[in-house]
Every structure is written in C-alpha cells, then in structure tokens.
C-alpha cells in the first residue's frame, strides 16, 4: 500500500480510477452499495472479492458506451430474409410436387437445391453479406449449414487437400452436426420406447 | 530505490540524443485505401492478395516491401541498417520472420499485438541512443484476412459482427530511426504493465484495452510532469469508439481532462460509411496511422509534438475459448519535431 501512496501524485493511478469507479456505481445503484466483503474471507478470497468488484464496476462504466444493438431493425431482417431463404424453398418444393415428386423425394431434392444454392452464392462472395444483413434469417436456414461448409473449404484449401480441406471443412458446421446426431438418436430412443409399448 | 540514468519515474524513459525518423513508409489494402487517408498512404493494393498465393504470403510480401522501401527512402541499404525490429498478429509472427528472411537484416521478432509498433518504436531508439545502432528499421503488419482466418471465421462466412467489433486493418507500416538525420524525433517512452479488468469478450477488445492506455498516459504525465495540452496529438492505436469513450472516461477520473488532442487510429481509419462497427484494428493499424497521415502532418508542421499510445489485447483463440479474460497492454511513445521554437 505504501508503494501507491508514494506514486500518487498530480494524477491518480489506475487503482485509485477504479477505487471510484466503484463508489460510483454505488451511488447510482443504492440496492447494492456499499457491499463489504462477507466476514471470514480468507485473505485470498478477500483479494478475489475485491477484484471482482473492480471487474464489475469497470463493467458497469463500459456498458453505459456500448452502443445498443438495433433490436427491431435486426429482428425485421433477419425475419424478410429467412422469410424469403423459406419462400424460395416452399416455391422449389411446390414444383418438384408439382412434376410428380412424393412429399418425401420433394423435399429432400428441395434441400439439395437449397444447399446448391447456399454454397453457389458462398462462392460468389455474395452471403457472407446476407449474412451481415439477414444475421439468424440466413445461418438457421439449410443455406447457412451450406455456407459455413464451403466457407470453411473456401478458406483452408490453401493448407492442402488432405490437412486443410479435409481437416478443417467441418469447423464451423461440426457442432451442429454432433449435436445433431446425438439428439437424432436420443428422439430415436423415445420413439421406439413409446412405440413398443404400445 | 536506485534509479537507471535514462529513466523518468516509474516506467519512462528519457533519451539523451533522440534517434531519428529519418524516413517512414506505408503499404495499406484497398479499403484502407477507400478511407479518409487513403492518399496519404505510400502504396494502395489492388485486391486482398497482393499478386501472392495466400494471404499470409501477401501479408509478408507487404511488411517486406514496406521495410524496404522505409530504407530506400533513407538513401541507405539494408546491409548499412543495424537492426530490424518487426512484429505482427500471426502465429509465431511469421510475416515478421519470413520478411526478416528476406531483407537480411539482423533481427529481433516482436509481441505485443496490436501494441508492436509502439514497441518497435521504444526499443529502436533505445537500442540507438544507448550507442547499440546507428541506424534501426522498424514495422509492423496485419491483414484483414489472414487474422480474421486466425482468430474468428472464415472469412466467407455470413455471420453479423456486433457494434462494438472492430475490423483488422490490411497494412503495414514502417520507420527508419538514425541517430542523426533529418525529421521527428523519438524522445521518451513510457513501457506499460498488462492489465485486465475482466473481460471476455473477445469482440470487445476497445474495451479490454482501455485501462491499459489510461494507466500508462497517467504513468507518462505523472513520470513528465507534462499536460495533455502540451502535445497537438495524443492518439491511441486501436480502441475504436468505444475503447476511446471509456479511456477517456478512466482519464478523466484520473484526473487527467484529455481534450479534442486525444483520439485514436482505429477510429480515423476509416469512414463510418465503411460499415466497420467500431473502427480498425491490428498491428497495422497505428502503424500506418503513423507512417501515413500523422508523421507527414509533423513534416508538414500541423503538429509538432505528438504521443503515439499503442495498445494491444494479448488473448489468443485458445485462451478465449477456456474462458480466460483479455489481458492489454499499452506503450507510450512521444515523437517531437526538433528546431524552431
């Protein structure tokens, strides 16, 4: 402590910021001011405690300029743009019924023709701005899924076939497929549960 | 305590005979081109790849190119240099390696993320004031896309990037420091601490590096005795709008009021038209902030005493993904045109 004092002189050390900082957020927020350490800290947790004070006081000042998302505008993209990856699918889906598909075979054409399309425009350069503008409206859809495959294939091609391709083509879309399967399997297990039972 | 010659303070540090920038150059990619500087700079690539295969190899040929045309500038060669200094945001620095491989140089690689060049800058002219070089060549680089591969997504992936990241800037920036010459000078520096305050969130890096540029400018006015009027720019590397906001909220507590002087390369870089959120980033960053725009306004005269605070978030992927929180560091470099007045 005696090393602060001797180094405080015209301006404040960053300590002595935070020190206020925390008084501050105090004053602002009564509910919780003024919080002690809880009695029989160890001088160990004492320190841990002090410092998270710090860390939650600093983050109290960073969020007050952290600039607030467009809730309602993202929301509204992400909504004409997953709408419309939607549409083009149901169109693409009506007329493969249309010329003579079952509901099973049209569907799955459909997927293929979306995922096509997915990886074309990923080629393009083209979605990764849907992506900027649409947000969830274009990785939720089956082009998304698409698009983070090639993506990936696009960006580690240049390590090789077999350790950059090949390694690497399901980084992004590897949990998603993981996860996927296991839950396949777990809803798999429910169904042939219940009907056996039945 | 016992007290080096050369040591102001705490952690500055006071040349007696400040070396040089002789000369200085700038390489930047097409976008950085396409913002409010982008004719200041020395050369504007055409596209990503700089007529290379990958783009770490274009980053590399950049940094190179940079390097050497900083020493041509000087009328020297690379075998009258004594030095090369370079640093850069990839694994094991390789640009900085692979470039070094080519300039035939003796070299030392640098870390301090985005915070290099102010790094490179402190140790150059340490290393010639204290009689260890006549003539030291310094840069640093990043790229857009070889970082972006690195540390988020590949880079054709549609993904929304929130409104407090920050977009890596493409380019490379370089200075030839002498002994004696011709323009600024570097007289003090101030090496900073690493700091963390807790964050995580590896988009808000203005944020986690904030405390770091406050804590070493109040190291340096306090190890000075100086104000922030009596320089024409006080100008952190990379802390983007809101990094800036909340450095200058911390100063301000720290009783130190920053006024208009204070700002920082990240958010000049670009136009807000870019669509770049936050503002730039990257080892790049401040170097061709410095090595463009704000070292030709000191030739110029528009500023004759500047502060150059580079800052720097030392996180890798790996540390971020364990949970880790962002440690930051920042260097006080304060650059001074010698002469009248």
């Known amino acids: 402590m005696d090393e602060q004092k001797e180094n405080r002189g015209r301006y404040n050390v960053l300590s002595d910021v935070i020190a206020r900082l925390r008084m501050e957020k105090d004053l602002a927020e009564p509910e919780l001011a003024g ?51 939607c549409a083009a699918g149901q169109v693409i889906m009506n007329y493969f019924q249309g010329a003579g598909l079952g509901a099973k075979e049209a569907a799955a054409a459909t997927s293929l023709v979306m995922v096509f399309l ?34 990936s294939a696009m960006e580690f091609k240049r390590e090789g076939y077999v350790y950059g391709l090949g390694a690497r083509l399901f980084t992004v879309a590897g949990p998603v497929l993981v ?20 | 305590m016992l007290q080096a010659a050369k040591k102001l303070g705490k952690q500055t540090f006071k040349f007696d005979n400040p070396p040089v920038i002789v000369s200085y150059a700038s390489i930047v990619g097409p976008m950085e081109g396409q913002g409010p500087f982008g004719k200041e700079f020395d050369y504007v690539l055409e596209d990503d790849l700089f007529g290379e295969k990958t783009w770490e190899k274009a980053e590399s040929k950049m940094l190179r190119e940079t390097l050497k045309l900083a020493v041509q500038k000087a009328s020297t060669s690379p075998a009258e240099v004594d030095f090369l200094l370079a640093g850069d945001l990839l694994n094991q620095i390789v640009t900085s390696n692979f470039a070094a491989r080519a300039l035939g140089i003796p070299f030392l690689g640098l870390y301090g993320a985005c915070s290099t060049m102010a790094e490179a800058l402190a140790l150059g002219a340490m290393l010639v004031d204290g009689g260890f070089a006549e003539r030291v060549v310094l840069g640093t680089s990043s790229h857009h896309n070889t970082s972006e591969r690195q540390f988020r997504y590949p880079t054709e992936q549609g993904v929304q990037r929130p409104l407090w990241a920050q977009w890596t800037v493409t380019g490379a920036g370089a200075v030839l420091l002498a002994r004696e010459g011709k323009g600024p000078a570097v007289t003090r520096a101030t090496v900073g601490k690493v700091l963390d305050l807790g964050v995580k969130d590896a988009n808000d890096m203005g ?135």
């Open chain 1, 35 to 85: 919080q002690k350490p809880p009695a029989g800290l160890s001088e160990q947790e004492r320190q841990k405690w002090e410092k998270q004070a710090d860390q939650e006081a600093y983050r109290w000042l960073v969020e007050q300029h952290k600039p607030k998302a467009p809730v309602k505008r993202n929301l509204l993209l992400a909504f004409l743009v997953g709408g419309t990856i």
């Open chain 1, 118 to 151: 997915g990886a074309f425009l990923t080629g393009l350069g083209v979605y990764d701005s849907i992506g900027k503008v649409g947000g969830a409206g274009s990785i939720v859809p089956i082009t998304g899924f698409a698009n983070s495959i090639v993506s």
């Open chain 1, 179 to 198: 996860y996927g399967f296991i839950v396949s399997v777990l809803i798999g297990l429910v169904t042939f549960y219940f009907s056996s039972g039945s």
């Open chain 2, 207 to 341: 944020s986690a590096m904030a405390p770091a540029a406050a804590d070493s400018l109040l190291c340096y006015f306090q190890d000075t005795g100086e104000e922030p009027e009596d320089y024409d720019l006080i100008v952190t590397g990379d802390l983007g709008s809101l990094g800036l906001k909340v450095a200058r909220e911390l100063l301000v507590r720290g009783g130190l009021a920053v006024g208009e002087n204070f700002t920082d390369c990240g958010v000049l870089v670009y136009y807000p038209e870019q669509d770049v959120h936050a503002g730039g980033s990257g080892c790049g960053c401040s170097a061709v902030m410095l090595c463009g725009p704000i070292l030709k306004r000191m030739e110029a005269g528009n500023y004759r005493r500047i502060l150059l605070v580079g800052t720097g978030a030392l996180m890798s992927p790996l540390t971020v993904q364990q949970g880790e929180s962002i440690p930051a560091l920042a260097h006080v470099v304060a650059i001074e045109k010698k002469g009248e007045g």
